[in-house]
């Protein structure tokens, strides 16, 4: 059988990291709760930007969710993309997760951007990425890449390892190694690591020890290129892209098998 998910009831609970497992039952009775539900949502609004994208507003006691919702509400295939430690929502290179949410978009697939609650907090950044995973889910969502840059990086890994069924691969952008020591719980998922040999912030070692900790993916480095990795925004953009649609479709077959 493939590692596809269909719905809430796709969630490796077994797998979740020690950030966030003792919040993935409820507190009374010790029943699973679903972390769109584990929010504790006292509102939400949303609002159309246009064609081809949506904001989404979540307020919690913790703060404000928001999620920059490109493409149909209704797509199977979705991509996560997941910012650093001060929060953002336009990614690496030259707004890489802008564009590259406009592209599924018109490729009939989706994308949603998620602006955390509390950046550079990695359990409840967490939270907010397996909620928006469950607001897809349930709208019809049925895989996801998930892409993460920096600290995000370290987000996107933990998500992997949380959902595992349902992710189709995972790419990260000068990532973090903290937060990602429990990684080979992603088990086979597939795994792209991007980063710059001058990155200022988080040197290239940083991919190399993801990699070693996973157990498997692959690194690509990329020379003369700083921690937001301008320089090589135009590759960045088109490996992102190539590498993103095999995974879909590989996914999408191997839940035909």
Known sequence: ?????????????????ST???EWMADDDQTPKAPLDMLGALARSDAE????????EIY???????VWWFGLPGAT?????CGGAMGGVLGPGRSLYFEYGRTLAASGRAAMAVSYRRPGDLGRCLLDVCATADLAMRNGA???????????GAVAIQA????TKAVAGVVTFATQSGGCEDAALMESVPLLLLHGERDSILGPENS??????????????????DHLMIEAADELAAITHEWTMARFAEHTNEGRT
């Open 49 to 56: 930007l246009d064609e081809t994208s949506r904001l989404i």
């Open 160 to 163: 992997a390892c949380t959902f």
């Open 20 to 22: 966030c497992d003792h």
């Open 1 to 17: 059988m493939g590692r596809s998910g269909t719905g809430a009831s796709g969630w490796n609970r077994s797998a979740t990291s």
């Open 77 to 81: 295939d979705v991509a996560l993309m």
């Open 60 to 66: 919690t006691m913790e703060g404000l969710l928001q």
């Open 208 to 225: 190399t020890m993801v990699q070693s900790l996973v157990g498997h993916g692959e690194v690509r480095m990329f020379p003369d290129t």
């Open 142 to 152: 049925e895989r996801f890449v998930i892409l993460g840059h920096s600290f995000g």
